[in-house]
């Protein structure tokens, strides 16, 4: 129970600031695969949804246990 909510709070932060910063791009760019930020778009934002579903679950299920 408490792995499912570490992924999903984990995966949401990493997501989030990948998302909302150049971290990133700034990697793709030196390793040389900045072609590839025009894609980010579509990978990036259904996974912050993802992790953020993932973590809304974990929570919801922590809570119907109680």
């Known amino acids: 129970m408490r792995a499912l909510l570490g992924v ?3 995966g949401t932060l990493i997501t989030a600031l990948c998302c ?3 971290i990133l791009i700034m ?3 030196i390793v040389g695969l900045s072609a590839l930020t025009g894609y980010l778009d579509y990978v990036l934002l259904p996974a912050l949804g993802a992790f953020i579903l993932l973590t809304l679950y974990a929570l919801w299920r922590r809570k119907s246990r109680t």
């Open 8 to 10: 999903g709070v984990i």
């Open 20 to 22: 909302f910063t150049p």
């Open 27 to 29: 990697i793709l760019g």
